[in-house]
Nanobody, 122 residues
């Protein structure tokens, strides 16, 4: 069993930056194959933002490519999302997620955090 705890959300003006963090708790957290960030805006479906696998390979949604960077500290079982040049359309609840097996680019994640709100004003 794995528990995911996010932090780092908040409010920022367009063009600003935020960094989200997610700590994975559990005795086997080190063996997770995939971790990722998803987001859901009011009235919209949840969408994938970025994923990273245990080898360090990452994927990004086209809407955030070049602005967001996903990284994983295996020693600390911590996932991060550095978000730069934020836009109002990035406003959403952001969720950390994890799964044991590949592929990483899927909606079918096993574990989910409670979410952290990101609000970007124009």
């Amino acid at each position: 069993q794995v528990q995911l705890v996010e932090s780092g959300g908040g409010s920022v003006q367009a063009g600003g930056s935020l960094r989200l963090s997610c700590v994975a708790y559990g005795s086997n957290a080190w063996s997770l194959s995939c971790m990722g960030w998803f987001r859901q805006a009011p009235g919209k479906e949840r969408e994938g933002v970025a994923t990273v696998d245990s080898d360090g390979s990452s994927t990004y949604a086209e809407a955030v490519r070049g602005r967001f960077t996903i990284s994983k500290d295996n020693a600390k079982d911590t996932l991060s999302l550095q978000m730069n040049d934020l836009k109002p359309e990035d406003t959403a609840m952001y969720y950390c997620a994890a799964r044991w097996s590949w592929p990483c680019r899927t909606e079918k994640y096993t574990y989910w955090g409670q979410g952290t709100q990101v609000t970007v004003s124009s």
